[in-house]
């Protein structure tokens, strides 16, 4: 098509055309994939701060139970503010 800038093949404009808006789809998804790691991310933070409240809410020292629980509750803080930092992605609320 270099040598000859007047000739065009409608195959070849098509596929361009195709592969324009498959790359905008892929990138739409590697941002959701994104956001989906995020969210699988915070779960875990989640399912560390619950973890950390029921093992202060088992300790039968005071010291302890107050330590953790304030890991806790901090984690779950960040958490909260994460979630709304990261929004509503999936258009739930």
């Known amino acids: 098509m270099e040598e000859n ?10 596929a361009a ?4 808006s498959s790359q905008a789809l892929f990138d739409v ?5 994104s956001d989906a790691e995020d969210f699988d991310i915070l779960t875990v933070i989640l399912a560390l701060s619950l973890f950390f409240l029921g093992v202060a809410g088992l300790s ?8 953790l629980s304030t890991v806790g509750t901090v ?9 709304l930092v990261l929004g509503d992605p999936a258009g739930v609320f």
């Open 17 to 20: 055309a195709l592969d324009e």
């Open 60 to 67: 039968r020292q005071r010291p302890v139970m107050i330590g």
């Open 29 to 33: 998804a590697e941002k959701a994939d």
């Open 75 to 83: 984690i779950v803080a960040y958490s909260v503010i994460r979630c």
């Open 5 to 14: 800038p007047e000739w065009s093949n409608a195959l070849y404009e098509e």
